[in-house]
């Protein structure tokens, strides 16, 4: 059983950081791409930054150079850095898995996604 458990958001100031993590258990990313996305309300989901099996990585480009991802594979574990943040970074942050290696930050493409992390900046 797959799973995925995101934390770490919060309520932050404007110009603040924040690290999201992303917990995977039930499978092992041989041939798969993890990436993290965000929804605010009335609006639809977003691509944020992706990686994929061989390490390579993709921003979206109202998030390059202020997001930073990152994993862990010994700890099964996808990271988000997030500098300076403003007030419309404010989202539910999701990350999502699927079983291929292509990198991809459309969401309708991954599989599995965790229940989310909110993230409020003010």
């Known amino acids: 059983h797959v799973q995925l458990v995101e934390s770490g958001g919060g309520a932050v100031q404007a110009g603040e950081s924040l690290r999201l993590s992303c917990t995977t258990s039930g499978y092992t990313c041989r041939d798969c791409c993890t990436g993290w996305f965000r929804q605010a309300p009335g609006k639809e989901r977003e691509g944020l930054a992706a990686i994929d099996s061989d390490g390579t990585i993709a921003y979206a480009v109202y998030v390059k150079g202020r997001f930073t991802i990152s994993r862990d594979s010994a700890k099964n574990t996808l990271y988000l850095q997030m500098d300076s943040l403003t007030p419309e970074d404010t989202a539910m942050y999701y990350c999502?898995?699927?079983?291929?290696?292509?990198?991809?930050?459309?969401?309708?493409?991954?599989?599995?996604w965790g229940q989310g992390t909110q993230v409020t900046v003010s």
């Open positions: 999502a898995a699927v079983g291929e290696n292509v990198l991809s930050l459309g969401a309708s493409r991954y599989k599995v």
